[in-house]
């Protein structure tokens, strides 16, 4: 792998509007020559193992096992489709805990100039800014933009915004 440059850290959840924000994101990263991060966090903090002991941990670390196989290939493909070439996604990353929280860890760690993502996940209200994208715009140490556009619309070419 080539050595990461000034880099972008885009984290999606798969939903419109995380696809969306991986649209932007990746036409500001070549825009600015920057590399990307594309990094998925599996939510494991809800899991609630059914039953006692030994046999609940194990269904519980089974299923988090195939949901990380799962969005592994998902992060992928989505990857290959945005970048066929990968010369700008340098990095891919799946990861377990509570998304803020992953995000916000992995930004303290590769130090992004940018975090891009969407303005909420695929289940959050019709309405307002997503706790994930809250959380970590009040969290992060560098520049945040949430991406607000509509999901299925891509990025305007510069200069014609309006």
Do not use: N, Y
Not at 32 to 43: C, G, S
Not at 124 to 140: D, F, H, I, K, Q
Request: charge should be neutral; include cysteine; glycine fraction near 8%.
């Amino acid at each position: 792998m080539a050595e990461i440059r000034r880099l972008v850290l885009i984290p999606v959840d798969f939903s419109e509007h995380s696809r969306a924000a991986l649209r932007r994101g990746l036409h500001l990263a070549r825009l600015l020559d920057h590399d990307v991060a594309l990094i998925h966090v599996v939510d494991t903090t809800s899991f609630v193992p059914h039953g006692r002991g030994a046999e609940a941990t194990l269904e519980v670390g089974h299923f988090t096992t195939k949901l990380r196989e799962d969005a592994k290939k998902r992060l992928q493909t989505l990857a290959s489709e945005a970048d066929p070439e990968m010369r700008t996604i340098r990095v891919l990353d799946v990861i377990e805990g509570r998304p803020w929280k992953v995000i916000l860890s992995v930004a303290a760690r590769t130090t992004p100039e940018l975090i891009v993502l969407g303005k909420r996940g695929g289940d959050a209200p019709e309405m307002g800014l997503g706790s994930v994208a809250e959380r970590v715009v009040r969290g992060a140490s560098c520049d945040v933009l949430v991406v607000r556009e509509q999901p299925d619309a891509g990025p305007k070419p510069v200069g014609q915004e309006h």
